[in-house]
């Protein structure tokens, strides 16, 4: 069966260090990998997005990798905060002719002061 | 265009009650999308619309649901004899085309079937 595995429901890493998230999937053929982050109550925020020919994606602090032979992707933040606290979420598209795409059940990540 | 909206925020409703949610998308999108999300789990596809026409249902959605996207604009989600085990977040979103740029979430309704 499909399976979208974020390597821990909870992450806590003290204020400065670098989180490292993990997003591993079985019996998908994505075309592409997205990042999101999600505050309580509100909906996921976009974040990144990485095609299966890439194999890293760099953005202010964050970074992502893409491994489609390992089937995993890692998310980084650089420099952490307490404002990164949240959920971030991984989510995949179904591969060629998918129309939607599959989430994570996602890593909640707290930044300690 | 401040995003994609959804009301109402929150909803609580007597069970086999119906109960209907209303999307706005951002308008340059062609695609929008309903999700539902349960307390600690990711959001789960349940329909999605390339401007009016309903192109994919997930079979997570019974009989009881419906949607509607008349004119490729705003899109309703309809929930009819609603049950406990529909009390969840719906989540709006939209997105141009495939969503190679991302997909825009609303803030969602959370629905209480009480």
């Known amino acids: ?113 | 265009d401040t995003g994609v909206s959804q009301d109402p925020r929150h909803k609580i409703t007597k069970r086999g009650q119906n109960v209907t949610f209303r999307c706005d998308p951002i308008s340059e999108h062609n695609r929008l999308y309903w999700y539902r999300q349960t307390l600690g789990q990711g959001p789960e596809f349940l329909t999605y619309f390339q401007n009016e026409a309903q192109l994919e249902k997930s079979r997570l959605l019974s009989d009881r649901f419906s949607a509607e996207r008349p004119k490729g604009s705003f899109s309703t989600l309809e929930i009819q004899r609603t049950e406990q085990g529909d009390s969840a977040m719906y989540l709006c979103a939209s997105s141009l085309n495939r969503g190679e740029y991302g997909y825009t979430f609303g803030s969602g309704t959370r629905l209480t079937v009480v």
């Not at chain 1, 990998?33 to 505050?39: G, P, T």
């Not at chain 1, 953005?59 to 952490?80: G, M, N, P, Y």
């Open chain 1, 1 to 113: 069966s499909q399976k979208i595995e974020q390597n821990s429901e909870a992450l806590n890493i003290q204020e400065g260090k670098t989180a490292t998230l993990t997003c591993n999937y079985t019996n998908y053929s994505p075309a592409y990998l997205q990042w999101y982050r999600q505050d309580p109550g509100r909906g996921p925020v976009f974040l990144l997005l990485i095609r299966e020919n890439e194999k890293e994606k760099r953005k202010e602090r964050l970074k992502v990798t893409f491994d489609t032979t390992l089937k995993q992707s890692l998310f980084h933040i650089t420099a952490s905060q307490p404002a990164d606290s949240a959920t971030y979420l991984c989510a995949l598209d179904g591969g060629t002719g998918a129309n939607n795409l599959f989430f994570g059940t996602g890593t909640r990540l707290t930044v300690i002061p």
